[in-house]
């Protein structure tokens, strides 16, 4: 690690930078704050011992430098007298790592720096554990769900079987089936595409087998199929489940002789290809309820698996955010970080359009915001705005005591309809989902006390928390940081 130690007490700087030397460190030091922000613009740090007063500074300007412009991912440590010990306190509540009190020993030095280093370690270790091989950086995760998605991918990378991915609009199923394919022995052949939803059934045909010559005036030689263009490799048939019935029995044909003759032509070729089909309709309850042919589910699922929407991991917002903003953020802009306002509102949000939805989100972000930091008005109206429409609801409610009152006395008279459009109302568990975290950002996370508020007992109130993935332990972190 690279550690800066700035005080304006000479003996101070010289017991800490001897101190961390002598434990194989690269030490730094400068005698005031100007000096430690002009060492940061030129020379990367990632960790700074740094002085609570230093003459008559006492307004935090290295912290407040580093965190929001220089470095924001040092860590900030500072270095305190028992007189100054609450300035040190709202420091580290301002976003300092931690704070170490005057006099203090060699070892306690050498155990901040070794922890420090210890946690950068894991945290980098965490972001690779979440990514995959290879494929697309769209891919990242630390949930359950996620993890048992790259357990499948590294196993059926391996495989030349057919698989189905199901997964509702937005969560990313072709990326998971570029990435099997990056991974696979075809991954040197092509990878090739076709949204089977997007075209009419006569031009899917040709598209997928090709025709043959003199099929269409002007044409001489015809035209290979995409089942050919994908030769050796992977071909994924996107939306497979808006096939026609009348395609869906070409299809299993085709599979089931493994080999296809273009359209005009009476030549068969052999089929050299590796499937991969996606749907965002429930495949199972499309067979059942005769929609979608069996013998062509059997042929196209060998091996099915099912991506989880946004809201089923939400634990990974914290990963994709700041991957999405640094990917989006121009080079010749500062690097952005999200604050701490603006991450609840983020995480509060249900992106009913999952992944691609953050993604689009996130390079707007990144390409508009003015300064280094996110803050709620940078954000997008529609995220911005629906936990203030919800507060809204919330607020206009009759309390307990008299809704059963209000209503019967409203009976006779329809409500207004402000004339939103039907797409615009929420459904009720995602209202529910909405006004459990907000009651458990207003306990701090206390379940007992969220329990009370709902008129609920603690079991039931677990099951809540579980059924919409709620996760305590970061609204505690977050109301911390808030304070």
């Not at 199972?284 to 309820?289: D, F, K, N, R, S």
Request: with cysteine; charged share 30%; glycine share 8%.
């Amino acid at each position: 690690m690279q550690i800066l130690v700035v005080d304006d007490d000479r003996s101070i700087r010289d017991l800490v930078r001897t101190t961390l030397c002598e434990q194989g460190f690269d030490v730094a030091v400068a005698a005031d704050g100007e000096s430690a922000i002009e060492m940061g613009r030129r020379l990367p740090f990632d960790l700074v011992f740094c002085d609570v007063k230093m003459g008559n500074n006492t307004d935090f300007d290295v912290l407040r430098t580093f965190r929001d412009e220089v470095q924001t991912s040092a860590d900030i440590i500072f270095m305190t007298g028992h007189a100054s010990l609450d300035s040190a306190m709202d420091a580290v509540r301002g976003g300092a790592r931690d704070y170490i009190v005057k006099p203090f020993s060699e070892s306690e030095l050498a155990s901040l720096a070794r922890s420090s280093m210890e946690r950068r370690r894991l945290v980098r270790a965490a972001a690779k554990a979440a990514e995959p091989a290879a494929g697309s950086p769209d891919l990242i995760g630390k949930s359950p769900a996620m993890q048992e998605v790259f357990r499948n991918v590294e196993r059926l990378a391996l495989t030349d079987l057919a698989v189905l991915i199901s997964g509702e609009s937005g969560t990313e199923k072709e990326a998971v089936a570029r990435t099997i394919h990056a991974n696979s022995p075809r991954a040197s052949r092509p990878f090739v595409s076709i949204n089977c939803g997007a075209l009419p059934e006569g031009l899917l045909e040709r598209e997928l087998f090709g025709h043959g010559r003199g099929e269409f005036s002007g044409d001489v030689s015809g035209r290979r199929g995409l089942f050919e263009e994908a030769a050796g490799g992977t071909l994924l048939l996107d939306e497979i489940t808006e096939l026609s019935p009348g395609f869906q029995q070409k299809l299993a044909d085709v599979l089931q002789d493994g080999e296809i003759t273009r359209s005009g032509s009476n030549v068969p070729a052999k089929l050299d290809v590796r499937l991969i089909t996606t749907a965002n309709r429930d495949p199972e309850v499309l067979v059942a309820t005769g929609l979608f042919r069996e013998d062509l589910m059997r042929r196209i699922s060998v091996v099915s698996f099912r991506l989880p929407p946004l809201r089923e991991r939400s634990g990974d917002i914290d990963l994709l955010i700041p991957s999405f903003l640094a990917r989006y953020r121009p080079a010749a802009l500062p690097s952005l970080r999200v604050s701490a306002e603006a991450f609840v509102c983020l995480r509060a949000y249900a992106w009913p359009g999952n992944v691609r939805e953050m993604r689009h989100a996130m390079q707007r972000i990144a390409t508009t915001a003015t300064g280094n930091i996110v803050r709620l008005s940078d954000l997008p109206d529609k995220i911005r705005t629906s936990t203030g429409e919800l507060d809204e609801l919330l607020h206009e409610m009759p309390s307990q005591d008299v809704v059963g009152a209000a209503w019967t006395a409203k009976s006779a008279t329809p409500p207004r309809d402000p004339g939103h459009p039907d797409s615009a109302w929420l459904p009720l568990g995602e209202i529910e989902r909405r006004y459990l975290v907000r009651v458990l950002y207003h306990t701090r996370g206390n379940k007992k006390r969220a329990a009370e508020i709902l008129g609920v007992d603690r079991k039931t109130l677990s099951r809540m928390v579980e059924r919409h993935t709620i996760n305590v332990g970061r609204i505690k972190r977050d109301v911390r940081g808030l304070r």
